[in-house]
């Protein structure tokens, strides 16, 4: 299958636009399964309020958050897919630059150092694009996701002692939640990284954090922390907003990799309540959008 860049630029595009305004089914789900559970009284009234903001966003054409975020990519290619890599990327930045000034939307992207903005929510390395490979040969899929600073600020790498076990990773998760509070606008999605390099800790707690509710680790060992974990979490009375209430967390989600003997890196990711994301996928039949 032969990929169209203009298509690619065109959905990466729209991609950006949708995941901004409308809100993935499984998380309106987890608000509901929260919703109904939540005791506190504060708590339920703030998780009515963000699922009314849902609603009229969604019913007005509006931004569910006007935090842009920082723009992600995520592209997973097929085997019997063509397509040259470097144009590819270019188009995707192309996609970008064109929502945020064609849309318009607010550009949240700055120089690190000057602060100075382009208003394309691009820059240097931005957006972020990861790309790997998937078994569906004929199939091109790309995920967008904006991740707003107010979760992203709330990020932790720990390089724990290996003596100390499976009681480090879980201490080290309890703190961040707690030492994150409200400003990460609870309820959460908290992504563990566990393993790997202290880069690729940290890269898997994003994939675990942006990671669809109700999927699971597919190592048992990381799946049995993930329900371990969330039951912690929400009895920690962070609450929606911080403000109190069972409702901390939709989920704990946790992604593990191989080691060294010597180390056992451990990295918490956060997504806030507005965990947007949308993707497109590219088949010989066409072009479809989705989650």
Not at 185 to 211: E, F, N, Q, W
Request: charged share 20%; proline share 5%.
């Amino acid at each position: 299958m032969k990929v169209d860049l203009k298509q690619v630029e065109e959905a990466c595009k729209e991609l950006y636009i949708r995941a901004l305004k409308v809100l993935p089914p499984d998380i309106k789900q987890g608000f509901e399964r929260l919703d109904r559970n939540e005791t506190n009284p504060t708590g339920k009234a703030i998780l009515g309020t963000m699922i009314r903001n849902i609603s009229v966003a969604e019913d007005t054409n509006n931004l569910l958050c006007q935090d842009t975020g920082i723009p992600i990519y995520n592209v997973m290619i097929g085997a019997n897919v063509e397509v040259d890599g470097h144009q590819l990327k270019q188009a995707i930045v192309q996609g970008c630059e064109r929502a945020t000034r064609e849309h318009p939307l607010r550009s949240s992207v700055v120089h690190p150092v000057t602060r100075v903005n382009q208003h394309t929510s691009c820059g240097r390395a931005v957006p972020v694009i990861t790309m790997d490979f998937v078994p569906e040969a004929e199939t091109l899929f790309i995920e967008m996701i904006p991740k707003g600073s107010g979760s992203e600020n709330n990020s932790w790498l720990k390089m724990a002692v290996p003596a100390d076990g499976v009681d480090a990773i879980k201490t080290f998760v309890i703190d961040c939640v707690l030492d994150a509070g409200g400003k990460t606008c609870p309820p959460t999605i908290v992504g563990v990284g566990v393993g790997g390099t202290a880069d690729l800790c940290v890269h898997l707690s994003k994939v675990a954090a942006t990671r669809r509710l109700g999927s699971k680790c597919d190592d048992p060992e990381g799946a049995k922390l993930e329900t371990e974990l969330t039951k912690a979490v929400n009895q920690l009375g962070v609450g929606p907003q911080g403000l109190g209430g069972d409702s901390t967390s939709f989920a704990v989600h946790v992604e593990t990799a191989a080691t060294h003997i010597t180390m056992n890196p451990v990295a918490v990711n956060m997504q806030c309540h507005s965990a947007r994301r949308a993707r497109a996928t590219f088949t010989p039949q066409g072009l479809t959008y989705g989650f």
